[in-house]
């Protein structure tokens, strides 16, 4: 697959960390908030520059804590729906004499299909975790070492690693 365009992120810096809840991994895990310069590209050539950005990281996935993950109910009514609409023709349609053994196996299929679709989006829905009440249960950073280089962290003006320069910052 060739990327023709997209986005190029320059001079990463790490500028603070955290105890976070990352819905990814589903566990409490330290996030960096980095800030780049946001560079759209076309064919690899960079061409627009759209700023710099601060963004949270999880440090143990490399995500963002808070995107959802998951499949949202409505997505999956909505494969259920479209599921319906394309099984209800070969129910209507009167197969030639050469067709038959084909279109029941195309209807049988298609029930399958349908049968699993509707667990997915009923039964074999798994409510995600939420945000709010993982953020409440986490812990905030209350060590005196850097996770990242291992320096002193020191609490004048505020907590913060003289070694690499990140900021202790709470949710």
């Known amino acids: 697959m060739i990327i023709i365009h997209g986005v190029y992120r320059f001079a990463p810096k790490h500028l603070a960390f955290r105890n976070d809840f990352c819905l990814t991994c589903k566990a409490t895990a330290v996030s960096v908030q980095v800030r780049s310069l946001y560079v759209g590209h076309l064919y690899w050539i960079p061409l627009l520059p759209l700023g710099?950005?601060?963004?949270?990281?999880?440090?143990v996935c490399g995500h963002d804590p808070h995107a959802i993950v998951q499949t949202r109910r409505f997505f999956k009514i909505l494969l259920v729906?479209?599921?319906?609409?394309?099984?209800?023709?070969?129910?209507?349609?009167?197969?030639?004499?050469?067709?038959?053994k084909i279109l029941w196996l195309g209807r049988l299929l298609s029930l399958v299909a349908l049968c699993g679709a509707i667990w997915w989006a009923t039964l074999?829905?798994?409510?995600?975790p939420s945000l709010r009440e993982r953020l409440a249960a986490v812990v905030p950073y209350e060590a005196r070492t850097c996770p990242f280089c291992g320096g002193d962290l020191f609490d004048n003006p505020r907590w913060h690693c003289p070694a690499c320069g990140l900021e202790r910052s709470r949710l």
């Not at 710099?52 to 440090?59: I, N």
């Not at 074999?124 to 995600?128: E, L, N």
């Open 81 to 100: 729906i479209l599921v319906v609409l394309m099984t209800l023709p070969l129910w209507f349609v009167a197969p030639g004499a050469d067709q038959v």
């Open 52 to 59: 710099v950005w601060k963004k949270w990281v999880c440090s």
């Open 124 to 128: 074999g829905h798994r409510a995600a």
